[in-house]
């Protein structure tokens, strides 16, 4: 285990694609939305409480494009895939994904 390391630690700040988890105390969950949104990524994220209302603050607080609750699992076919600020643009899975590839235009026409 390691502990006591700054917010900006490399196992902490940077986007990790291994079996890697930064624990790191907070306070209050303010504290911790805030620094979790901190950083410059936001491909996903994840909260762990059976609290309905933690859910639904959690959910609309953290800065992420995915979010698992009570699971680490966010993958599916069916599902959008994708992240946010440097985690990249746009979806890959599901309905979403073709809307990068759609040009949507409005005509309003009045005779």
């Known amino acids: 285990m390691i502990s006591g390391l700054p ?5 902490i700040a940077p986007e990790n694609f291994g079996p890697i988890a930064a624990i790191t105390p907070f306070s209050t969950a303010q504290e911790a939305y805030l620094r979790a949104n901190a950083g410059d ?5 994840y909260v762990f409480t059976r ?6 603050e959690a959910v609309a607080s953290l800065e992420s494009g995915m979010i698992g609750v009570n699971s680490l699992a966010l993958a599916a076919a069916e599902a959008p895939f994708g992240g946010v600020k ?12 073709i809307h ?4 949507v235009k409005l005509a309003q026409i009045t005779l």
Not at 41 to 45: E, K, N
Not at 51 to 56: C, L, P, V
């Open 41 to 45: 990524l936001g491909l996903s994220a």
């Open 86 to 97: 440097y985690s990249g643009m746009g979806r890959e899975g599901g309905s979403e994904a």
């Open 100 to 103: 990068d590839y759609l040009n």
């Open 51 to 56: 609290d309905a209302g933690r859910i639904r």
């Open 7 to 11: 917010d900006d630690a490399l196992v």
